[in-house]
């Protein structure tokens, strides 16, 4: 069973392939290329100085910078080092979802069914692009079990399980899916509370309950603090931390005929003629789970209606996952997503589809139920799901579907494996596996890893002339076309182009490019990001920015653009006249009270070239006008991305700018003494120098960094002689 779901990660890497969709060339395989360039090199990574004018490394859960089984497997080459880290995952999915099964007290057969639909169904094949999805994804079962005996039996195993669930969840990276997953944990095990073999039943088991969940919860967080406070500061510093609108969730909600997914596989949902392939299920866009599968949960369902209370309270808990997780995904088309968003709740979280993934945990433990059920039939009770297998055949009959034919045919296999007496289960298990193999085999396409990072003309361009590009410049006329291309379902080459570019240079979240290049993606700032969007209208933004290069599908006509000769047809690279240094010393400022106010004068021709800028300070600092000149020089003394160090000679007061990302772990120093560090340009870093020779330095040390790691190491401590000291009572009882 392990090397059947390894299957989907070990494939690609075998031939030495990577996966490309989505955002795998532009998120997530930079950001292992990065990582793995820092640990070698013996670089704990806090900062990313490429990427977004510079952002916190560490801090962003994506890049899994704290995540153990993601670091190891950067140390590998790149094919087996995502191979490798998609195999780890399937695997504890499967393991995960099984041993939770075996715990409820199901055969072999039934736990390894329940854990081949979790792990090789629908819902994980088609996220396995998606790192710290994936991740999150694969802990969401064994934090269920563990959160299941912890509630009915209290031991040592339970403990470590629910702990080991909430961490490897929490610091997966997928903050979305690790929050439902400890809903879904608590739930089952408020339901499991009154079967406790440790405490009496009703209200004294749920009180007990709960306080060993909030207990397990508080020594998770405890642990994964050295990478979960720096993530909290950085939430807060950003628009997520008052909530986003209800849009996005109405743009990203999952339709009630979308759900024919689970009955039927869909092997094109990831292929070109399906046009950009966004669909309702952003995230999740293949459901099936195996024809043996639904027969199987349709069984367990019946046990709601005709069962015995123990039955019936096994079956309840997996049945609610999948309704909640359901209704919550279909987002705007009811009233539960808005009410909980009013509530306070969900306010931070994107894209309802993701409740999906958590729906399948759910199905696939309602599947190892049914499974249970299908093999204590007996007699003519054996024939009733052959009878519904060759009802299928019929429909396929009926409706020609290639893939309703699919489903006929191992709907027919696992009816006719009802009618064996002996080896019925493995019978069961060997066509589901077959079933789910052959539905999702190259789901999602791949290429050569050796050709995937291939120089083009563009990115050798940036590389040789250390440029700095901007990434996203879309006209509305570009952004129109190309949503009129989306609703036909074309494909639109231009922007794939400037897709896979952006594969090559620095662009995602925490990204370094893999060819080198110092290009920069300039969304430091929203209200920056949202301006430089408009194109060529743009520009004043992007050359505030130090971008001196521009990125576009499309010919940009302006007399400040030149497209550059050579670097191939598209992307478009043009040049860009008059931008700002990324590093300069300027002698004329003016105050502004806010950093919105100080883009407001980007438009200012000498905001944008650089040589006066707007300081985020209050009066009395003086200001000083562009009028004033005097002699300046500047020398880099040493540049790493959390340190950095200068030797400044002026005769006058002067400010040195560095255009990298403001954020408020960063410590700066004159000639020793601690300096303010000044906001400029309402996205940038400023210092203040006066006159004479000084060494300026600055140093990337947040204090969530160094509190994070001092908890989770007390945190750890209090683990090891707890541990300790439950093996010492339960030896002694």
């Known amino acids: 069973m392990v090397l059947v779901v390894a299957l989907p990660g070990l494939r690609p890497a075998w031939r030495g392939e990577v996966f490309v969709h989505r955002d795998m060339t532009t998120f997530v395989l930079p950001m292992k ?59 504890i999915a499967f393991l995960g979802l099984r041993g939770w099964a075996r715990a409820t007290g199901l055969s072999e057969p039934a736990a390894c069914v329940g854990g081949l639909c979790f792990a090789s169904g629908g819902a994980l094949a088609c996220i396995t692009d998606l790192s710290n999805v994936v991740a999150t994804t694969a802990w969401l079962p064994t934090m269920a079990w563990g959160a299941v005996r912890l ?16 961490v490897g969840a929490g610091l997966g990276g997928e903050p979305h899916v690790a929050v439902a997953g400890v809903g879904v944990a608590a739930l089952l095990a408020l339901l499991a509370a009154p079967a406790s073999a440790v405490t009496e039943a009703g209200p004294a088991a749920w009180l007990v309950t709960t306080r060993r969940l909030l207990v397990g919860g508080a020594l998770a967080a405890g642990l994964i603090a050295f990478q979960l406070l720096p993530f909290l500061e950085l939430v807060s510093l950003s628009d997520r931390a008052e909530g986003l609108g209800l849009q996005p969730f109405e743009n990203w909600t999952v339709g009630p005929a979308e759900l024919v997914g689970f009955l039927v596989p869909d092997r094109d949902a990831f292929q070109p003629s399906g046009g950009d392939g966004i669909r309702g299920q952003a995230y999740v866009r293949v459901l099936y789970l195996g ?24 079956v309840l808990g997996p049945f609610l996952v999948v309704v909640g997780s359901v209704l919550l995904s279909f987002g705007s088309l009811t009233p539960l997503y808005a009410l909980l968003y009013h509530l306070g709740y969900l306010r931070q979280f994107r894209y309802p589809a993701k409740f999906l993934l958590v729906a399948a945990v759910g199905l696939a433990m309602l599947a190892a139920l049914g499974t249970e059920r299908l093999l204590r039939l007996s007699g003519r009770g054996r024939f009733v799901p052959l009878a519904l297998a060759l009802g299928v055949v019929g429909l396929a009959v009926v409706t020609g579907d290639h893939e309703v034919w699919h489903v006929a045919l191992f709907a027919a296999l696992a009816g006719i494996s009802m009618l064996v007496e002996k080896g019925r289960g493995a019978l ?26 291939a120089a083009t003309p563009s990115s050798t361009w940036l590389e040789e002339n250390d440029g700095r590009a901007y990434l996203r410049p879309l006209t509305k006329e570009v952004l129109a076309r190309n949503a009129r291309d989306r609703r036909r379902g074309m494909d639109w080459a231009a922007r794939q182009a400037v897709h896979d570019l952006r594969g ?14 110092s290009a920069l993606l300039l969304a430091t700032h929203d209200q920056l990001q949202q301006r430089a969007d408009a194109g060529p209208e743009g520009l004043p933004w992007i050359r ?17 653009l030149t497209p550059l000769a050579g670097t191939g047809e598209r992307p478009i690279l043009h040049r860009i006249a008059g931008s700002a240094p990324r590093l300069a010393l300027v002698a004329s400022w003016e105050l502004a009270s806010d950093p919105s106010a100080a883009l407001d004068r980007c438009v200012d021709p000498l905001v944008s070239s650089g040589r006066h800028v707007v300081v985020e300070v209050a009066p009395p600092w003086p200001s000083r006008p562009p009028s004033e000149r005097g002699e300046s020089s500047l020398e880099v003394v040493e540049s790493s991305p959390d340190e950095r160090r200068y030797r400044v000679r002026t005769e006058q007061p002067v400010l040195l700018v560095l255009r990298e990302g403001h954020h408020p772990g960063w410590r700066a120093s004159v000639d020793g003494e601690s300096a303010d560090l000044l906001r400029v340009g309402g996205a940038f870093l400023g210092i203040s120098v006066e006159a004479g020779e000084h060494e300026v330095e600055l140093e990337f040390a947040p204090t969530s960094h160094r509190l994070g790691a001092l908890v989770s190491g007390l945190v750890l401590l209090g683990c090891a002689v707890a541990w300790w000291r439950m093996g010492r009572r339960d030896d002694h009882s």
Not at 36 to 58: H, K, N, Q, S, V
Not at 438 to 453: E, I
Request: with cysteine; aromatic share 8%.
């Open 544 to 560: 505030h920015a130090a971008a001196d290069v521009l990125l576009s599908p499309e010919p940009l006509p302006h007399p400040d």
């Open 428 to 453: 069961l298990v060997a066509v589901l596996a077959a079933d789910l193999n052959v539905a999702h085999v190259k789901l999602q396409p791949s290429v050569p890893a050796d050709s995937l990072f």
């Open 504 to 517: 090559k240079v620095p662009m995602a979240v925490g990204v370094r490019c893999v060819s080198g290049a």
């Open 33 to 91: 290329v990065a990582l793995r360039e820092r640990l070698l090199a013996g670089d704990l990574p806090l900062w990313d100085p490429y990427t977004e004018c510079g952002t916190p490394f560490l801090a962003k859960l994506q890049t899994q910078v704290g995540y153990l089984p993601n670091t190891v497997a950067c140390l590998f080459p790149l094919p087996w080092a995502y191979g490798l880290h998609v195999v780890f995952h399937l695997v």
């Open 291 to 314: 024809a043996g599968a639904v027969l199987a949960i349709g069984l367990s369902l019946a046990a709601l209606v005709r069962a015995g209370r123990d039955e019936r309270r096994r």
């Open 151 to 166: 509630s009915t039996r209290g031991d040592r195993g339970g403990w470590l399980l629910f702990i080991l669930g909430l």
